[in-house]
């Protein structure tokens, strides 16, 4: 089991709620991600970070925001939660990096906007 | 794009029985990972092959690499009914690019 925790498990928010996931890693990891996927559907890359005060977005266009003021830190913010932010979210992190990259992934937060 | 793509979508076996499930990706590569997820949860590294390897073994798991054809497969031998989960190939330096997985069910 990977040092990788997210809060919450599970959210229920009304639309226009501001929003923050939390995610955290004990491993010492710089790099770090964030992650959407719907139920068996693929994961896309909306966020990460190669270290602290270091953030990029993904592959996919995400209205959410991130941080990285501490290694081991990594949250997520949407600003007013809409319904199509409706999704599974997953945190992973990573150590060197490079061409043995291998990502430890969270339990994920699983969000219903309504 | 680097990303795999994982074939079949779904399947679906007896207990016991052997699954194999491919991934195919678009561009020279350094190594590829296969990940396992179980439902409603994040994903779980298996097996990294380097691209200069041509075949891994990890217990059960049986992993080979064709770079000519750009392809590799998962081989789960002797299936349990917990090997049920989503199987993703990733291929990249950084960050990693999943592919959309083989959804595995075993049944007992």
């Known amino acids: 089991e990977a040092d990788i925790y997210q809060t919450p498990r599970y959210l229920v928010i009304g639309t226009g709620k501001k929003i923050t996931l939390e995610c955290s890693q004990t491993?010492?990891?710089?790099?770090m991600y964030w992650y959407q996927q719907d139920p068996g559907m693929e994961l896309h890359l909306i966020h990460y970070?190669?270290?602290?005060?270091?953030?990029e977005k993904g592959d996919l266009s995400s209205e959410s925001t991130v941080s990285r003021i501490r290694t081991e830190h990594f949250p997520l913010t949407l600003e007013s939660a809409r319904p199509s932010h409706t999704s599974q979210y997953l945190c992973a992190s990573s150590d060197d990096g490079g061409p043995q990259e291998t990502q430890y992934f969270g339990p994920g937060t699983r969000l219903l906007v309504l | 794009s680097q990303q795999g793509e994982e074939d079949p979508q779904a399947l679906s076996i007896q207990e016991g029985e052997n699954a194999t499930m491919n991934c195919s990706y678009k561009?020279?590569?350094?190594?590829l990972q296969w990940y396992r997820q179980n439902s409603g949860r994040g994903l779980v590294h298996l097996i990294l092959i380097r691209s200069n390897e041509r075949e891994k073994h990890s217990g059960r798991l049986r992993v080979t690499l064709d770079t000519s054809k750009k392809s590799s497969s998962l081989l789960i031998t002797a299936s349990r009914a917990a090997d049920t989960a989503s199987y993703f190939c990733?291929?990249?330096?950084?960050?990693?690019?999943f592919g959309k997985g083989t959804r595995l069910s075993v049944i007992a």
């Open positions: 561009t020279s590569i350094n190594n």
């Open positions: 970070s190669y270290g602290v005060n270091s953030t």
């Open positions: 491993m010492g990891h710089d790099k």
């Open positions: 990733a291929t990249g330096n950084t960050p990693l690019v």
